[in-house]
C-alpha cells in the first residue's frame, strides 16, 4: 500500500515525522509522502526514518493557493502576486528537496502571509472583546504553521466557546467577525514554480475542495494529476476524477489525509492505493528519490 497525503507535527499532524514513519511500517505501508501544509520542514527526517526501516518515501508538501488568472510580475524572478480573490485549492506538490531554489521562497512567503493572517485575526477579536495571548502561539508562528484551528481551541481552553463548531460559527468562519480571507499565490503560479524544479503537482482532494462541475476547468492550472481516492469524497466523486484524469492522460493518486487523533494511530486508515496503482512516471520519480 502507498499513502501520499499525510500530515506531521511540522503543520497540524499529531505525530512526529519519526512517529509517523514508524506507525505506517506497522501497518504495512510500503511507499509514502509527507505533505505537511507549506511546509517541508519535517521532509528530510521523515524520509530518513522511511528509508531506514526499508520504506518508499517522496518529499512532499501540500501548497495552499487560489484558482485565478496569473497576474503580470516584472520578472520570472519575483515571487508570484498573492490575492484573496478565486475558490482555494489545495496542491500536492512531490519531489523537490526541501530547501531549494524558488519553491523553497514561495512555501517561505505563504507561512509569512499566514502569520499576517494570524495576527489580523488576534486583532479582529480583540475588536470583539476577546483577549488571546499571541505568546501562546510562538512554536507555531516561528514555523507559519498557525491557523484558524489553532486559535479555535485557545477560544475554547478559554471557555469563551463551547466547542469548535462554536469557534467558527461566532468568529472565524468567513463572514464573521475574524474570519480575515487567506492572501495566496494563483495555483498556475505554483504549478509553474514547481515544473521549473521538476516537481510533479497532483490537485488535492477535489471532490472536497471543489463542485463537481468545477474539476475538469480546474485543470487549466497545468496540474499533473488528481487525488481521486480521499476520505472526504463522497458517491462516485473518486470514480469521477478517475475518468477524468484517463480522459486528460493525467496521473491519479490517493491518500489518507492523515493527521492523527489517537497517540496509538489506531484511527490511521490506509487509502486503497498500492504501487501497481500508481503511473509509470510517478513510480520512476520515486524510485529517483529513493535511489532504487
Known sequence: ???????????????????????????????????????QAGSEEFCRAAHACGMYALP?????????????????????????????????????????????????????ERVRRFDRMLECLYAEG????????SEL?????????????????????????????????????????????AAAEVVRIAHAQDGLVVLAHPGKSLPDSEFLPALHCGVDGLEARHPGHKGGQSKLLMELARRNKLIWTAGSDYHGVRDDGSDYHPPRFSLQDLSDRFTRRLRRACRL
Not at 497540524?12 to 507549506?38: F, K, M, N, Q
Not at 462554536?166 to 499565490?185: M, T
Open 60 to 112: 512532499g508538501v501540500e501548497v495552499s493557493a487560489r484558482l485565478r488568472p496569473v497576474e503580470k510580475r516584472a520578472s520570472s524572478n519575483q515571487l508570484p502576486v498573492f490575492s484573496a480573490e478565486g475558490a482555494e485549492v489545495h496542491l500536492l506538490v512531490y519531489g523537490i528537496p526541501a530547501g531549494e531554489g524558488d519553491f523553497d521562497r514561495l512555501l517561505s512567503a505563504i507561512r509569512q
Open 130 to 137: 476577546v483577549e488571546v495571548e499571541r505568546a501562546r502561539f
Open 141 to 185: 508562528l516561528a514555523t507559519g504553521s498557525a491557523g484558524r484551528p489553532h486559535l479555535a481551541a485557545e477560544l475554547l481552553r478559554l471557555g469563551v466557546v463551547n466547542n469548535f463548531a462554536q469557534a467558527f460559527h461566532r468568529y472565524l468562519a468567513n463572514d464573521k467577525p475574524a474570519g480575515v480571507a487567506k492572501e495566496l499565490p
Open 1 to 39: 500500500m502507498i499513502d501520499l497525503h499525510l500530515h506531521s507535527t511540522c503543520s497540524d499532524g499529531r505525530h512526529s515525522p519519526t512517529r509517523l514513519v514508524e506507525l505506517l511500517h506497522a501497518r504495512g505501508i510500503l511507499g509514502a509522502a509527507l505533505t505537511d501544509h507549506d511546509t
